[in-house]
């Protein structure tokens, strides 16, 4: 079984401060790895994933995030905030050896508000 | 491409009515999901598709039940609505691992 542990259900930076979010997983599988945004009243948007290959994943809208193995970590990261960044985060993880194909474990999300 | 099409986008159900939420594609994917998210708790897989005529369940299927008769079309249906079942409904589509998700349909049942 997979889960997803997001560190702190709401951050608060201050705009153009760092925006780091917090993502633990557990698989006994290679994961395949998710970060999606959601703003109020919408659907997700895919940010960026990691699948395999390069551990360093950039993103949309100047996101990255490192996938960790050792720490079993999938930290968002952003170096600038922009009032636009508000929204809800969720980390998500699959199961890399169906091809993601048995569905995503979601972590319970982050509220980012971002303080002018 | 519309991507992922979901009707209704809101919808209010009285307890023991039955709906079906409908969700299309169009993006060929043979992969076909159903989300359901409530406050504090993420996203949780309803029922899951890997291509027509197949379907299996995510981890919180009762009360729900889904077919699959085309590639396109991935509908979920309630046979009696609780109010436990008052959530936000999000369906999504896959391939390669990667998930893309409709706009969702907010479900409320007295």
């Avoid at chain 1, 994961?31 to 949309?60: M, R, S």
Wanted: hydrophobic residues 35%; aromatic residues 10%.
């Amino acid at each position: 079984a997979q889960s997803v542990t997001q560190l702190g259900s709401h951050v608060s930076v201050s705009e153009g401060a760092l925006v780091l979010l917090r993502c633990n997983y557990s698989s006994s599988v290679p994961p395949y790895l998710f970060w999606y945004v959601q703003y109020p009243n919408q659907g997700l948007q895919l940010l960026l994933k990691y699948t395999t290959g390069a551990t360093l994943v950039k993103g949309i809208n100047g996101f990255e995030a490192e996938f960790k193995k050792s720490e079993t970590s999938f930290h968002l990261t952003k170096p600038s905030a922009h009032m636009s960044d508000a929204a809800e985060y969720f980390c998500a993880v699959s199961d890399q050896t169906g091809g993601g194909a048995d569905g995503l474990t979601f972590g319970k999300g982050t509220h980012l508000i971002i303080q002018p | 491409n519309a991507g992922v099409t979901q009707t209704p986008k809101f919808q209010v159900l009285k307890t023991g009515q039955s709906m079906t939420l409908q969700c299309a594609q169009d993006m060929n994917h043979e992969y076909m999901s159903w989300y359901r998210q409530d406050p504090g708790m993420g996203l949780r897989l309803i029922h899951y598709s890997v291509g027509a005529g197949i379907t299996d369940q995510g981890e919180v299927p009762n009360g729900y039940n889904v077919s699959r008769s085309t590639t396109e079309d991935f509908p979920l249906r309630l046979l009696s609505a609780a109010p436990s079942q008052t959530s936000v409904y999000f369906c999504a589509s896959g391939a390669g691992g990667t998930q893309y998700f409709g706009p969702g349909t907010r479900l409320l049942v007295l």
